[in-house]
């Protein structure tokens, strides 16, 4: 089975973004994308894809809400 292709507005919305960071992501050539004739589009796997590879988890050993307040 064929994976969704997503308009940049799609991946806006998804990402909860402007459409200029899609764009861009694009342009820097930072996230997959197919061209189909003049239009763009991104698989959903690479939005996944991207979204997990940017992730940051937490630092377990750093306590939290240790700070003084002057």
């Known amino acids: 089975m064929v994976d969704r292709l997503l308009s940049v507005q799609q991946v806006a919305e998804l990402l909860g973004t402007g459409v200029r960071f899609p764009r ?3 342009e820097e050539r930072r996230i997959t994308f197919v061209k189909v004739g003049r239009h763009v589009r991104i ?3 690479a939005v ?3 979204v997990a590879a940017n992730t940051v988890q937490p630092d377990a050993t750093r306590p ?3 700070r003084r307040v002057a």
Do not use: D, V, Y
């Open 24 to 26: 861009r992501l694009i």
């Open 48 to 50: 996944e894809a991207f």
């Open 64 to 66: 939290a809400g240790l």
């Open 43 to 45: 698989p959903e796997w």
